[in-house]
């Protein structure tokens, strides 16, 4: 599960998440949200990238895949 902010300011998200994410084995999945910037993701998008990453691991940790 990679969660990147459109607006990243202190790195090139195509050189971190999608790099990371392209090269990554199944299962796997990558959000971009959109109009936050890097610390956007621990106050304005905080609530949504809790419940991906919840929802993620809940499907794919606790079953066992």
Avoid: C
């Amino acid at each position: 599960m990679i969660i990147d902010a459109e607006k990243e300011e202190l790195f090139d998200i195509r050189q971190q998440g999608e790099l990371g994410f392209n090269r990554a084995a199944e299962p796997k999945k990558r959000v971009v949200i959109p109009g936050i910037t890097h610390y956007g993701i621990y106050t304005v998008a905080r609530e949504q990238s809790i419940g991906l990453a919840i929802e993620w691991m809940d499907l794919y940790l606790k079953s066992g895949m």
